[in-house]
C-alpha cells in the first residue's frame, strides 16, 4: 500500500469515528517492511494536486512513525500551476513523489491511538476488516 | 464506445463480469463529461465498493475517468481474493502507472468520512433469506463468493448501509452510482433518498438482462 493511502485510511470501528484519534492510524516502525515502486512516473501536475488535498499533519505523524523526521513542519506552498515552479520547487516535489506514492508498505501493521485495534498489511495489501464481535 | 478491460480472473474465488457490471461501465461512459467537469480542476478520489474481478475499477483506469492524471483509486472489497484479483486486472491491462490500492474493508468503513469524490458500487443486490456471514478464512473460498450476490431482505441490505451514510461517505462534491436491480425496488429507494433526505437521484442507464431488469441511479447533491 501506498504512502499516500495512509491520509485516507482511518479505524474501522464505528464507536472511534467521534474520537480525534482514529486518524491516522499508528504505523509499527519496526514491523513495517518499506518498498520502492518506481511504476508511477513523476508528474508534478499530479503531485500539485495531491499536496493540496493531503492532510499534512496525518503526512508527518506517518513519516515519522516510519522514521522519517525530514519534512518541513507546515505544507510546502507551491505556484498555483506546474510551469510556474522553480527548480527548488521541483526537487522538494521530486522528493515528496518519491515518499508519497513510490514509498509502499509491503508488510507492516498499524493500530487505532483510540481503541489500540490492530491491522496487519499483507502482500502490500491492509486489511481493515473488523473480526465480528467488533463489527 | 470505450474499450473494456481484457479479465482473466479465477472465477471460483470472485464474481465473474456480468450484465451489471457493463451496466455500470456504459453508466460511467456516458457520465464521462459530466464527471470530467466536476473533477477536472481539482484531485479526485475514487472509491469503487466490491471491485471483484476489478474489471470497473480498471475501465476507469484506463479512460482517466473522472479526470486524466487528476484522479487516485481506491477499491475496497470484503472478499480478500477480489483485491489480488483487481490488482492483477489493473496490472494485465497495463494501469500500473495509475494511482490505484486495494483494502480489504467492510464497505467504507475504514476511509476517512466525506472525502470519497466519486462512489462506485455493484453489490450484492438478490433478495435473500441473510446476508451470508463472512469467513473465517481465507481459504473459505466458496462462501467469500457468496457475499457477491446475496443482499438479505429486498437484496437491499448491503446497498441500505451504504445508502444511509451516504452524507458522510462521499465529499460535498461528491457522486455516488449505484446498481439496482428491479426486486431492489429502486424508485422506492431513490424516492426515499429524494425527499427524505434531500438527494439529488437521477436513473443513468437501464437494461433487460434475462428476466432481470437492472438500472443504474446517481446520487448527489
Ligand atoms: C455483484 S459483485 C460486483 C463485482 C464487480 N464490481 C463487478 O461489477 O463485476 C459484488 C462485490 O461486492 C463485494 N462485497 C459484498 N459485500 C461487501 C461489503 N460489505 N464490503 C465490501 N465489499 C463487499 C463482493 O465481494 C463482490 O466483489
Ligand atoms: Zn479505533
Ligand atoms: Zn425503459
Redesign the interface.
Known sequence: MKFLTTNFLKCSVKACDTSNDNFPLQYDGSKCQLVQDESIEFNPEFLLNIIERVDWNAVLSVASDLGNTALPPSKPVFPATADQLSEEDMTILRDLHTLLIQTSISEGEMKCRNCGHVYYIKNSIPNLLLPPHLA | MLATPYIKCDYDKVYEPAEDSFLLLDSLEKEQQFLNERFHS??S?VCELGPGSGIITTFMLQHGIPSK??S?Y?ALD?N?WA??ATHATAKLNAC????L??????LT?????K?IDVLVFNPPYVPADNVP??PSFKDDIDEWVDLALLGGADGMVVTNKVLKNLDIILSPNGVAYILFCARNKPEEVVKGMKEKHGWKAELVEHRKAGWEVLSVYKFYR
Open positions: 481539482h484531485l478520489v492524471n487528476k487516485i481506491f470484503i480478500p483485491l489480488e500500473q502507472d495509475k494511482f490500492d486495494t483494502v480489504q474493508s467492510d468503513s475504514s476511509l476517512r468520512n472525502e456471514m463472512v
